[in-house]
Each structure stands twice: as structure tokens, then as C-alpha cells.
């Protein structure tokens, strides 16, 4: 990579930078400090500024870098990630973001204790929120590594581990300084670059194209090496049936796991009522819809244009086809077109790494602070001190998610996030539905419900093939796989809800009809809601 990309791409970074630490910076000197501002940004955001700032929570590297990169690989197999993240938007829309916004205040675990006892299930709860949003970190990390990979022509181990550290630091600095609603704001800016970038980049595919979306789709598959199979599927997820199984294992994590983030969760407490909670979410779905369709036309124009050997040359996972297709595009790698476009896209594809890391160390660290924290003290923990304690996780979250990241650097982004949404569905999405649909739950279907989900999920990953037994695993020269799927959904998302219904039925202590009802109303009518 030349010196004037590297020149202009970082000074873009900086200037995103320079902008977010100086929204950060405006915030931190306008707050009061109280529980509600650091979690909730107040909820005083409006549906549309919501819905923007969601999407800017949800189209993650994991979007921009790791799906565009696995349909440059993969072609129609790739797609599957774009059909599983949008369909699980339904999901949300229905059962969840409404119900949630009456039922709670802050985080997940408000929802279930509600009807609780509370100590168990904050602790249960929390527990699982924080290992989705480590594991959901993590891509992240991995995503601005591959990035800055790229930058510096892929020659720097030290710098890709550097940018990695860099990115931690910069999102305890939001998330301790800023609070939500900085971290809003910072999402807001990130959601109107990022749509503009791709929607810059779609237009110039086509425009080399004619418009001719079928040429696009032929040129890809002819590029590709494997012909129309390219176009159907099967190319990564048909070779037997343990792809298969992988294939359904993943299409189940990624449309239960979205209702299970709890840093999207954590969005629809911005807003005033449930009703804007609900409109966040239409809004929500269209700008990520968007986004999703303009997908299709930059992963295949990545393998048409750029080849998907040249992608895998320059990062073996996929994360860089975007940058390098950015490049072809503007002229080429010495051109000043293909300079300007590459910066751009590059900073922008930071930026996104740098909004999503804030908002999920915001939600991991006020599972901490409301749910661990306060739930571990005999005595409710003081407003002021559960934010000072929601502070200090930050900085411990960033450095767990740091040192996972720069062990997990050669992964694809889009696989990590899927490994997410697995533990998401199978921990978190059986406690909520149960305490929002089931009359019957009791404080032991709850635990077991997390746990049930949760641990499975964990060790169902740790004996993949993601970990070891194969050259692409975290630890190539070791060999203890004895689950032969990579994703665990199809497994632990089951015995989630198993766990949870066993939990309930063996339970000697009768459910509490009287805060059933009173959760009822209140999820459904918005009476008491905070």
C-alpha cells in the first residue's frame, strides 16, 4: 500500500477521531451524573434518532467487512449472514422491543427480576450479558486489525496489535467519559457515513457494470474459479452433513440471537415510551434493509472486480474485500481515485468498528455495574456509585476483549459475530421469552434458563473446530475437537429453552401469579413503566 494511502486514510481517522472524542468531550460537561443519563442517555432520543443510532449499533464490522468479504469468497453462501441478520429484526420487532421498554429499566436482567427473586437471576443474567458482549467485542477488534493490516500493506505485526489496543482504549474513553449519549451520538454520525459510503461504492459498481446486475452476477462467477456454483448454494455450507447442520446451526443463531444483544436491548431504554421503542425499531429496519441490499452488489462486485484470490492474498478470512474493491474503483492502487475512495472507505469501515465497541462496552459494563455489582451487595448499591462501578468495568472489559482480539486476529469477522448471536440465543432469548410469555416461571427456570443456554454454548465452541484440530483454528497444533459444527446454535439454543422449562417444573417454590399480572399489564399497556 502506498504512502498517500496511508497518509490520507489515517488523517481521516483522525478526524473521526478528533469529532467523536469531541462529542464525548461536549457530553461528559452536560450530564448530572445520574443512573439514568449514564445508561439511558436520559430517553430523550427521538424514534428516528434511535432507529439511526440502533442500526449504527447493529451494521458492525461484522457487516460491512466480514459479509461482504464471505460473499466475495463464497457467493450465495455468504448471503445466508445478510438473510439471518435482517429476518432476526422480525423477531425483535414483535415479541420484544416494546415489551422490553415497558418491563425494564436499563438492561436485560430488569426485565426478568421483575418477576423474580432478584439476586439469582441479576446475577445469572448479567453473567451471560457480559460473555455475548466479550465474544461480540472481540470481531470487532479483529475487524480494525485486518484493517490496519491492510493500511500498512500487511507487513506490521506490531502495528495490526497496536491499532487492536488503540481501539480499546478509545472505547473506554466514550463509554467512561460520554455515557449513552455520547455514545448515541457517535452511532448516529457512524450510521449516516456508513450508508453513504456504501451507497457511493453500490453506484459505482453498478455504473461499471451498466446496471446490468446479471452481468455483475456473471463476471463474479466467472472470476470465482468455480463457475455457477458460485451462484447456488452449497459452496461452503453443502459439502456434507456436517456443513449442513452448520448451515441450519447458523441461520437459527443469527435470527434468535439479535432479540438476545444486550446491547441492542439496552437501545430501546433511550426512548421515552414503548410505542417510540417500536417506531426505533421500523426505522431500524430500513436503513439496516437498505444496508443489506447494497451488500449483495459490493460482495459480488469484490469478486468480480477485485477476484477472490487477490481478497484471500490480502486477509485469508475476507475482512479487507471492501477497502481493496474501494480501490478498483477509484483507479487503482496509484491513482489518486483509488487513494481518496480507499481512505475513505477505510475510515469509514473504522469508524464503525469504533461506534459498535462503544455502544457493546457500555451495555457489558452496565451488566456489571446494575445487574453483578448491585446484586452482590446486601444493600442496593447508591445510583452514583453503581456509575462509578460501570466506569471502572469498561476498563476491565477492554482489556479482556483486547487480548481475545489479538488472539483471534485471523478469524473471519462476520464468523466471530456469529458465535455471538449463538450464546445471545441460547442464554439470553429462552429467559426473556419465558418471563414475558410464560405464566408458570419461576427464579429456578430463569437460572437454569441462562445457565442452561450459556455454558453449553461456551463449551460446545471450546471443543469446535473454531479452537482447534484445523489450520484455520485459534490453535492450529493442538486437537481437542470433539463437536464437529463450528456454530453451537443448533445445539445449545434448544437446551436453553429445555433447561429453563426444567428449571420451572422442578421448581418447589409456586410461581408469583400477582407479579405475573403486574408484569403483564405493565409489558403490555406501558402502566408503571419507568
Known amino acids: 500500500m502506498s504512502g498517500n494511502h496511508q497518509t ?42 434511535n432507529g439511526f443510532a440502533i442500526s449504527g449499533d447493529y451494521m458492525s464490522a461484522a457487516s460491512f467487512l466480514g459479509v461482504t468479504g464471505l460473499i466475495a469468497l463464497f457467493g450465495y453462501d455468504g448471503l445466508l449472514y445478510v438473510v439471518g441478520f435482517l429476518v432476526a429484526w422480525l423477531v425483535v420487532l414483535f415479541l420484544v422491543a416494546e415489551l422490553v421498554r415497558n418491563c425494564g429499566r436499563f438492561t436485560l436482567a430488569d426485565v426478568v427480576a421483575a418477576r423474580m427473586d432478584e439476586r439469582p437471576v441479576r446475577i445469572a443474567a ?147 415510551t414503548a410505542r417510540a421503542a417500536r417506531r426505533s425499531v421500523v426505522w431500524a429496519i430500513g436503513l439496516i434493509g437498505s444496508f443489506y441490499l447494497m451488500t449483495f452488489v459490493l460482495g459480488f462486485g469484490a469478486a468480480a472486480i477485485v477476484g477472490p484470490e487477490a481478497v484471500r492474498g490480502s486477509n485469508a478470512a475476507g475482512n479487507t474485500a471492501v477497502p481493496l474493491l474501494a480501490l478498483d474503483l477509484g483507479g487503482g492502487a496509484n491513482s489518486t481515485g483509488g487513494t481518496v475512495l480507499f481512505a475513505i472507505v477505510a475510515a469509514i469501515a473504522f469508524a464503525t468498528i469504533l461506534a459498535v465497541v462503544a455502544g457493546i462496552t457500555l451495555a457489558s459494563s452496565a451488566s456489571v455495574a446494575h445487574d453483578l455489582y448491585a446484586s452482590l451487595r446486601r444493600k442496593r448499591a447508591k445510583p452514583r456509585s453503581e456509575v462509578a462501578v460501570a466506569r471502572t468495568a469498561a476498563v476491565g472489559i477492554g482489556v479482556v476483549a483486547i487480548a481475545l482480539g489479538l488472539l483471534a486476529r485471523d478469524l473471519n469477522v462476520a464468523f466471530l459475530v456469529g458465535l455471538a448471536f ?59 475437537q470433539y463437536f464437529p459444527l463450528q456454530n453451537p446454535g443448533l445445539v445449545s439454543i434448544p437446551l436453553g429453552f429445555l433447561a429453563g422449562w426444567l428449571g420451572t417444573v422442578t421448581s418447589a417454590d409456586p410461581p408469583d401469579e400477582a407479579k405475573h399480572a403486574e408484569t403483564e399489564v405493565r409489558s403490555l399497556t406501558g402502566a408503571g413503566a419507568v
Open 8 to 49: 490520507l486514510a489515517l488523517l481521516l481517522f483522525s478526524v473521526f477521531i478528533a469529532v467523536t472524542l469531541a462529542i464525548t468531550t461536549w457530553v461528559s460537561r452536560n450530564r448530572h451524573g445520574s443512573a439514568e443519563e449514564f445508561y439511558a442517555g436520559g430517553r430523550l432520543f427521538s424514534p428516528m434518532e
Open 126 to 272: 448479567g453473567t451471560s450479558s457480559v460473555t455475548v458482549s466479550v465474544l461480540y467485542l472481540v470481531a470487532q477488534m479483529v475487524g480494525a486489525g485486518s484493517l490496519v493490516a491492510l493500511l500498512l500493506g500487511g507487513t506490521s505485526e506490531a502495528a495490526r496489535n497496536w491499532t487492536v489496543i488503540g481501539v480499546g482504549a478509545l472505547m473506554v474513553i466514550y463509554v467512561s467519559m460520554g455515557g449513552m449519549r455520547a455514545t448515541t451520538w457517535i452511532q448516529i454520525v457512524k450510521a449516516v457515513l456508513l450508508m453513504g459510503g456504501a451507497i457511493a461504492l453500490t453506484v459505482l459498481v453498478m455504473v461499471r457494470f451498466h446496471g446490468d446486475f446479471n452481468q455483475l452476477l456473471r463476471s463474479a462467477a466467472d472470476r470465482s474459479g468455480h463457475g455457477d456454483a458460485f451462484l447456488a448454494p452449497g459452496l461452503r455450507y453443502g459439502g456434507d452433513w456436517t456443513a449442513r447442520f452448520d448451515f441450519i446451526s447458523l441461520g437459527l443463531a443469527l435470527v434468535l440471537g439479535t432479540a438476545g444483544l444486550p446491547h441492542i436491548l439496552s437501545r430501546f431504554y433511550t426512548v421515552p
Open 422 to 480: 449463538a450464546v445471545a440465543a441460547s442464554a439470553n432469548l429462552p429467559v426473556l421469552l419465558y418471563s414475558l410469555f410464560w405464566r408458570n416461571f419461576t427464579t429456578r427456570g430463569a437460572v437454569w434458563a441462562v445457565y442452561g443456554g450459556l455454558v453449553p454454548a461456551l463449551l460446545l465452541v471450546l471443543l469446535s473446530p473454531v479452537v482447534s484440530g484445523s489450520p484455520e483454528s485459534l490453535f492450529p497444533y493442538a486437537d481437542f
